[in-house]
């Protein structure tokens, strides 16, 4: 998809006015916030494993190269395939290239939001083939032509009815009469109407939401079991993940594993975690025949030992989305992307580059509840600081407020010149205050069109003090 | 020199913050009469201005750093430095150290300085401990925790420990008492429509509790919340935590309201 991040206030604004988003959005902020917060209070060690996972992903930052070397090997001699693709056109040609020469018409995905990131979905359109969503946020968006606006819960945008609609809409074969008002009546359609398609697919394709060095596996969590049937059904299973998924042993995958639905959720773990290692073997029941991994870079390399370096923990848990008051008012598609909240204003300026979104990280209070609950302690605050300390060197800072922080600075630093300035403007400013406020400012239509600006209360303290200490002697 | 067996009392340089400074002094009276109750020496360096925290969230590090070294300069040889803002307090204390980084004689002297720095409520709570609090509020109050000095610093049981020191204040908490008001500095002047979504959300909490008042420890928050609130028509009263400890609620009218008319 094109993204849209460099019209984020306009996309914000739109997201403001649709009522049906903020109905969703408000259930949103009442549920996962609440259900981390009992998660996470039935488990005294949480903040050590927070620790623990922490550690983990820096060891694996470290160590990447020699982790990724292990995770190759094991993964070849379990019979399985490592792809290396540097950019997203590499892995999606190295995709449908796997799927064409599987003969591949139909293939079953499990969700993906490097699947997202890469487009993979477009480039398997244009090359024939149909790509059937089987995650039913993702099955809904897909029906839906949208992208994902949650990194966990892509369709947490609808409400019930606008998923009823798309479904009469898409499910031609059912009465147009059905009642479709109760969830599980939904979920029941979507799952007739994909098992068929379980079936037919001829390639799966999954995520991984960690990859194991020591044994050569990918683990992948879901609650629906879509995951398992979309790797063990297909003859060819191609899992596509980002590099910095791997972790060294399968102890460490417990510890993520820990933390990482805790954070998601509330649960204290997701309904299916899966391992999958290598293809079927000869004395197994069922599985695919081949085993392909394909490892995406897509500019991560790039950002090892950087300013962004430990972006690159991110274990994907939606946390910081759930807990921010940025994303909470507005959503994930006014980000413009596959990636929202925190997460994504770090990120995305990485991997499209800071001109097209400029805005992400400027839209955010700093508040720092994303700091305080992320599960690997990523200090999201410091990094959006440093996105904006790069736009201010690069000068890329609209030139209005460029200028006013230099004039500003240029006071603040010149303490007899501030006293003069401020001495002016404060007695401007109380002529015409006398109603204890200003409902319009010059120079601050930003505030006075949202809240009343407070007028001072008459000189500036050190004024008032230097009189006191005056009369005093 | 004193009788060497009495006590020295601490000094205290007393840092202001700009928006106290320049929209509210009467909270810089409250803050210097709550540490010289509780036996603190107050200074107030009159060169402050302001802790650069406005130029360090814009990405403006050179102009950041240079008012840094000032503050650092102003501030020095004092006991202790005590800002009435969670979010000028934690500039100094945690971000100070950040924006010297590669800088290594500043970084010893943001240090040394980020060591003896605290926002007011932690340094009446925390190291002048248990001082007598000499407040008389009659009335129903919540209090919003601003980010950084919850966030930052921990501020949370400290302003709580010493309003119930007040006779007649009655705390009732809001749901929400540490959700974000939306200010953010320049963010709720360059994104007015998202800030306010937030602001609302607040206002509805505080709201929501009943409360005839809102106090806090952070006045860009309190500005944000009460300019919201009078927008919005509603008569809850905003102050800065400060005032009702320090019993000086008599020196300003609540903030964005008009000051009483003067009889006869």
Redesign the interface.
Known sequence: MKPTSDVF?NN??EA?VNDTLQEALAKLAQGFPLKRFNAVSRLAEFDDLRDAARDIKTDVLNNLDSYLEKFEAQVIKQGGKVHWARTADEACKIIVGLCEDAGARTVTKSKSMIGEEIALNESLEDAGIVPVETDLGEYIIQLRKEPPSHIIAPAIHLTIEQVADTFKEAHQDYPADRALTEPRVLLDEARQVLRQRFIDADVGITGANMLVAETGSIVVVTNEGNADLTMTLPKVHIAVASLEKIVPTLEDATTLMRVLARSATGQDMSVYTTLATGPKRDEDQDGPEAFHIVLLDNGRTDMLGGDFHEMLRCIRCGACLNHC??YK??GGHAYGWVYSGPMGAVLMPNLLGIGKTGDLP????????C??ICPVRIPLP?ML?Q???????AAV?SSK?HFG??V??Y???R?LL?RFF?SFM?SNLRKFG????F?WLPF????T??????????????H???MSQKRKR | MNDSTQMTPPTVGLFVTCLVDLMRPSVGTAAMKLLGDAGCQVYVPISQTCCGQPAYNAGDLLDAQEIAKQVIGDFAGLDYVVAPSGSCAGMIKVHYPRIFKDNQDWLERAEELSARTYELMSFLNDVMKDPEILGDYTGTMTYHDSCSGLRELGVKQQPRNLMSKVPGLKLVEGAEAEACCGFGGLFCVKYPDISEKIVDAKVDDILATGADTVLGGDLGCLMNVAGRLTRRGSDVKVRHVAEVLAGTTGLAPPIGHPKPKVKG
């Open positions: 206030i914000s604004r403001l008051p940025i008012s507005v400027n839209a955010s209070t700093l508040c720092g509840k700091e305080e410091d600081r996105w904006r300390t790069r736009q201010f060197d800072t407020s922080l230099k500003w600075a006071m603040v630093k303490p501030y401020v404060l006398r109603k204890g406020r409902n601050a239509k930003g505030w069109q949202v809240r009343d600006f407070p007028a001072p209360e008459g000189q500036s303290f050190i008032q003090y230097l």
